[in-house]
Structure formats: C-alpha cells, structure tokens
C-alpha cells in the first residue's frame, strides 16, 4: 500500500549552514512529490514539487532530489534562515487519483541563530 | 487575492455530537479536497471533489461526508463524534481535478471533542 515516512523526525541547523530533509515512499506508481512547509497554527504551505519523469528540480533556495530506483526523495535548503523552521512534509500521489495526496509524518526543522 | 478561507478557525464539540465545517476555494478553483491533521502526524486524505462531484474518498468511516455547491465552496460534516476525531482539518483547492493545478491549503480548523 501507500506509504510515505521520513528518515528522522527532527533536524536541528546552524543558521547559515544547507539542510537536507529526507523521505522514503513505498509506492513506486506514485509519479508526482510535493514538499510542503507547516509551521505552527498553519496549513501546509507549498514549497516545491517533482514528476517523476524528473531526478531534480531547483527552486529559489530550494532543490528537491528524485531516486526512484530507491523510492527516496530529499528536500536541500541552502543558506538556511530562521524563518525556515518549520515541520516539513513530502506528500506523494499517482496518477489517476486526482488530488489524494499521502504525507508522511514529517520532520521539525530548527534553526539556529 | 484571498487564499483558501476555512470556518470556524477553532471548535469545540462534545462526543456523540455532529459539527459542519465549511471551505470556500480561492476564486476560480473548481476542486475541493479535505484532509484530517492528528497532531504530530501528517495530513491525511478524507475526500476529494470536482465539479460538486465525488471523485475520491479516503479510509475514514461513514461517520465523514462531504459535498460541494454550485459556488464550489464545500462543507465536511462529521456524525457521532468521537475523542479521536480530535485534529486538525484541512482543506485544499486547486482549478481542477489534477493533482498538478496549484494546489493550495488553508489554514485549517481546529476541532477538539471533549
């Protein structure tokens, strides 16, 4: 069945330094990863997406890697900020499910000043 | 522009009873998509719909329904509530039925069941 987990629930980051979250999906017919940002009180904010015709894919401070040989996706924040702690989640989906994406449990991301 | 509106922010309900909880999409947006957030967990899938239709559901029990309106905005409705009915719901819309349209969460409602 579906399942998408995280590697480690909590990562602690020096201001300034690149983090790099991961996530393991079971699914190999999930085609399309999204990464999202939560913070406290808040709902799930979009920060980057995949196909999975794509291995990578760069945002503005952002890259999101793609291994589907190992059903692995990782999330790098370059020059990581303060206003980056947050909870982060990948969330997968197949094609031909429309919007029913699966999140894992997520990872808290603390920066420190 | 006004992103995904949910209402209320916050509610608290005792078990047995039955809560309406209401999202309106951003304006334009046709698919609604409803998630339950257990604190320390990721969001999980209840129901989607397109176009006032049902186009997928989730495990959770019948106890969960949901419909859409002409204006798109919908409402989750959750019968014999219970303790562990207790989190975070969310709503998602995007322009359609695709997963790949702009997908875009609101802030969510908080339910508590005392």
């Known amino acids: 069945g579906e399942s998408v987990g995280l590697h480690l629930p909590t990562l602690s980051v020096q201001e300034g330094d690149n983090s790099i979250i991961n996530c393991a999906y079971s699914?190999?017919?999930?085609?399309?990863f999204i990464w999202y940002k939560q913070e406290s009180g808040k709902g799930p904010q979009f920060i980057i997406d995949?196909?999975?015709?794509?291995d990578k894919r760069q945002g503005q401070r952002v890259t999101v890697l793609l291994n589907k040989t190992v059903k692995h996706l990782s999330l790098q924040i370059a020059a990581t900020q303060p206003g980056d702690s947050a909870v982060y989640f990948c969330?997968?989906?197949?094609?031909?499910?429309?919007?029913?994406?699966?999140f894992g449990t997520g990872t808290s991301l603390t920066v420190i000043p | 522009d006004a992103g995904v509106t949910q209402s209320p922010t916050h509610l608290i309900k005792t078990r047995g009873q039955h809560v309406t909880l209401r999202c309106s999409p951003i304006?334009?947006?046709?698919?609604v998509s409803w998630y339950q957030q257990v604190l320390g967990q990721g969001p999980q899938f209840i129901f989607q719909?397109?176009?006032?239709?049902?186009?997928g559901r989730g495990n959770f029990p019948d106890r969960f329904s949901a419909r859409q309106f002409p204006n798109y905005s919908s409402e989750l409705n959750v019968n014999a509530l219970l303790l562990g009915d207790s989190a975070l719901y969310l709503c998602?819309?995007?322009?359609?039925?695709?997963?790949?349209?702009?997908?875009?969460f609101g802030s969510g409602t908080r339910l508590t069941v005392v």
């Open positions: 998602a819309s995007s322009p359609r039925g695709g997963a790949n349209y702009g997908y875009t």
């Open positions: 699914n190999s017919a999930s085609d399309y």
């Open positions: 995949i196909r999975s015709n794509m």
């Open positions: 969330a997968e989906n197949m094609l031909g499910t429309g919007n029913q994406f699966y």
């Open positions: 304006s334009g947006h046709k698919s």
């Open positions: 719909y397109y176009e006032k239709e049902e186009r």
